[in-house]
């Protein structure tokens, strides 16, 4: 039997995506760079490290692609990871992108189109910002939980923030072998919030004062930068809020809903889940 691959498979989605599969029935192999013990159907794999491809697509029908992060250029590893799936009998690929990331010659919105060249049956999911990004270790749940503060360059820009649950749930159908829907599939929550409100929404759940401060694009550059990311996907990112204070993100669409036939899950009601997920062990995810 032929195997589904789930790149980033330790990641916020891919982890997601791979559980999907297997509880229905899929086999499933996950890659990325680190081992996971206990778990023989884990590959290495190394996005700067061709060789490591081989072995990842072996077998492989199908793919979860996400692309290496922390690159603002990443087609040139993506393209040699693609020849060797094709060749070893990939049919459709899945590709993680972003509801801010529009096709172009280079950069991120080069990898749609390059996989679109290479995959007889490619769906490219959009999806908006994660909910998952006011939890755990992510700077935004950080800077919630250190200083009961959000920093971004939004704006009063709204956002319909989605669960990654919901995106995984998109992903697994059509890694299941359903039909690709036509047009741009971007994947949203069924509501949008500026930074300002989601600070609020995340006071009430918590019952911790949570403020937003929104600062200009080269201030928020400096500070990703400081963090450890390198300069230029410190700007893309960066610009990424400029866009949404511009209201790029302020859409609700029904892609969710129309592959899976359930709505997507509120900001509110993730928040309170985890939340209450979080309060019942040592450490809390949730600011
Ligand atoms: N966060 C958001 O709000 C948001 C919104 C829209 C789209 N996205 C997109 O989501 C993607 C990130 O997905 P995610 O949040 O699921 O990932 P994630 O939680 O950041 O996890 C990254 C995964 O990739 C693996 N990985 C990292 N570097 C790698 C490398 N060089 N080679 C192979 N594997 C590597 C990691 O495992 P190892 O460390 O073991 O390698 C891990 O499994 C990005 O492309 C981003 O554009 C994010």
Redesign the pocket.
Known sequence: MRSALV????????RRVAAFLRTRGVAVRT????PVTGDDQHVI????DPRTFAAAVDGVDRVFL????SDSDPASAVESFLDAAVAAGTRRVVL??????TDAPSG?GALPPLVRARVPEVAVLR????I??FVGN?PVAVGIRERGRITTATGRGRVAFID?DDIAAVAGQLLLGNPIPDGELILTGPQALSYDEAAAVVGEVTGTAVHHTSITVEELTAAIEASGVPHDYARVLAEMDEEIAGGSEERITTTVQDVTGRAPRSFRDFLIDAHRTSSNRPERAVA
């Open positions: 790149t980033g498979g330790t990641g916020t989605t891919g890659a990325s760079r680190h794999f190394d996005w700067a996400v692309a290496p992060l993680l992108s972003a509801s801010a990331v991120l999806p908006s910002w994660f998952q990004n992510h990654p």
